[in-house]
């Protein structure tokens, strides 16, 4: 039997020659498919972006994490050690950009009175009698614009503040809010035109002193000190303390 010629394989495919008694029969195969130049560079190049903002994101990270336990976290991932670099000029203005600061609220709700006498001729002749239901606020805090240099000492990473002295801020009538509850006038005199401004003003005079006698400087002296005591915790101090 005279042998077979032999075909030339298409190309991309194999030939394997198989010998069946004399005769020689080609086996065409399919190789397995391979990447494309384009392809692995694709690949190639979302690897590396991916990586790039991995690091990116990770140096963030350890730049911006400077406190609380964000901040031991970078530090024992990146073993920096942070200087720490507070100068008493910083904290005096740091402060000092707090200005009012507002601490408490006192509200008072109460009636008023206010009258005009005879010590001769009865109330209802000559009387003049108003009763004015108030309502008002008296708001405490301490003025930090007024603290002096001296007041503040930096050793290390402690400091010690002495705060400006508490003083009431605001001391008012909510005019919404505040009216005339009764009037009564006798009978031989017109209503005092000055009367009801008495009382408001009386009326404010009652709610400064009551405010005063709730404690209302103690608490915003307090209040100042705890609001200071966590600014300053947060600029590093490990030692704070405020009077």
Known sequence: MLPLPLLPSPV????IYVRVGNAVEPVVTTPARRRSGP???????AIFLG???????FAVFLHEAT????DKVATRISGRTLAFNVSQPTVVDRIQRLERL?????TMDKVVEGERTNEILPDFLVGDKLLLSVHGQAIGGVDLSELKSSDVAVNGKAVHVRLPEAQIFVCALDNGK?????RSTGLFVPADPDLESEVRAKAEQQL?????????????HKNAASTLTTLLLN????????D
């Open 178 to 182: 505040t009216k005339v509850y009764s």
């Open 39 to 45: 392809e692995v560079l694709t690949v190639l190049l």
């Open 67 to 70: 406190v609380g336990i964000w």
């Open 102 to 106: 507002e601490t408490v609220t006192y």
């Open 12 to 15: 991309g495919f194999g030939t």
């Open 235 to 242: 600029l590093g101090f490990e030692q704070v303390q405020v």
């Open 208 to 220: 400064r002193d009551s405010a005063l006698g709730a404690g209302i400087l103690d608490t915003a």
């Open 51 to 57: 990586l790039l903002v991995g690091a990116g994101a």
